[in-house]
């Protein structure tokens, strides 16, 4: 049974920096791609990142990118979403997702987490 478990999601203030984890258990983790979706209050869930198996193809929405960072610890079966500079527009719940393929919509994915509240102030 796959189970995906965020962690870090906090509220912050406008230009903080702010770490997500996802640990994940029942899959061959190194296999899945992973990624990172949110879904403020009254929006669709949307995409946010995700990263290959072995780390190498990255992809981002414009709206993060350069701000935030997407990685895994294969060793740890843990994916981390390093936030950086963030946003009152980036208050949102987050999701962790993972997926033997992914893409960009979140019908593409196999497996989901519960979530974890970030929440910015201005």
């Known amino acids: 049974q796959v189970r995906l478990v965020e962690s870090g999601g906090e509220l912050v203030q406008a230009g903080d920096t702010l770490r997500l984890s996802c640990a994940a258990s029942g899959l061959t983790f190194m296999l899945y791609v992973m990624g990172w979706f949110r879904q403020a209050p009254g929006k669709e869930r949307e995409f946010v990142a995700l990263?290959?198996?072995?780390?190498?193809?990255?992809n981002y929405a414009d709206s993060v990118k350069g701000r935030f960072t997407i990685s895994r610890d294969n060793a740890k079966n843990t994916v981390y979403l390093q936030m950086n500079n963030l946003k009152p527009e980036d208050t949102a719940v987050y999701y962790c997702?993972?997926?033997?393929?992914?893409?960009?919509?979140?019908?593409?994915?196999?497996?989901w987490g519960q979530g974890t509240q970030v929440a910015v102030s201005s």
């Open positions: 997702a993972s997926d033997l393929r992914g893409g960009y919509s979140d019908a593409s994915w196999d497996y």
């Open positions: 990263i290959s198996g072995s780390g190498a193809n990255i």
